[in-house]
């Protein structure tokens, strides 16, 4: 366990907080929370973890974008949590199980990764739970939670600890956001069927 850890997870609890809670802070916490935690995957080896810590990075800067042109502009329009077809989603979890084969393949090939299929996996999976995040689809959240717990399983084994118990409250935040957001989806029900 390093100082650099123990920022990592203060600023990336935090920020994943201030996200369920839509606080505009989340965006540059977040920041820092994934470029600390790119630089510890990347001495770690875990290759798919960094390139994701940094693809989070890209995504927090357009997310604070999108807020500060927002608040600007003055839209309070909030946050309309949806859902997506069952196709839509079978055919995306499809393609994120394909993509887990190709990645994990090129770690397995490739590099020192000593989880390649684990990492890769993960990591494909942590880009469509984001994907669903960015269309506000309320089960985004679930699929964080089966991720989260995968993930701190992981480090659990790998005997890193505190990035272990992170993962671990970040399931808890992401049991809350999934409450949050599917409370909020059925207030709006009539006006998205509308």
């Known amino acids: 366990m390093s100082w650099l850890e123990i920022i990592g997870v203060i600023t990336n609890v935090l920020g994943v907080w201030l996200t369920v809670r839509r606080n505009m802070l989340c965006w540059p916490i977040g920041i820092v929370g994934v470029s600390v935690y790119c630089y510890q995957f990347l001495l770690w080896k875990l290759y798919s973890d960094t390139a994701l810590q940094a693809f989070y990075a890209v995504t927090l800067?357009?997310?604070?974008?999108?807020?500060?042109?927002?608040?600007?502009?003055?839209?309070?329009?909030?946050?309309?949590?949806?859902?997506?077809s069952y196709r839509r989603f079978g055919l995306e979890i499809i393609f994120t199980l394909a993509s887990t084969a190709c990645v994990g393949w090129v770690l397995a090939t490739f590099t020192?990764?000593?989880?390649?299929w684990g990492d890769a996996g993960l990591t494909c999976f942590s880009?469509?739970?984001s994907l669903w995040a960015s269309r506000?689809?309320?089960?985004?959240?679930?699929l964080w939670i089966v991720v989260d717990?995968?993930?701190?399983?992981?480090?659990?084994?790998?005997?890193d600890q505190l990035t272990a118990w992170l993962y671990v409250m970040f399931t808890v935040l992401a049991a809350y956001g999934a409450?949050?957001?599917?409370t909020e989806f059925q207030?709006?029900?009539?006006?998205?069927?509308?």
């Open 61 to 84: 800067l357009y997310g604070w974008w999108v807020w500060c042109k927002d608040q600007h502009s003055g839209e309070q329009s909030g946050l309309v949590v949806t859902r997506a």
């Open 112 to 116: 020192d990764d000593p989880l390649p």
């Open 127 to 129: 880009l469509l739970a």
């Open 136 to 142: 506000r689809h309320w089960e985004s959240w679930v």
């Open 149 to 159: 717990t995968l993930y701190a399983a992981l480090f659990f084994v790998r005997h």
């Open 179 to 182: 409450w949050q957001w599917k």
């Open 187 to 194: 207030k709006n029900i009539p006006a998205v069927e509308g």
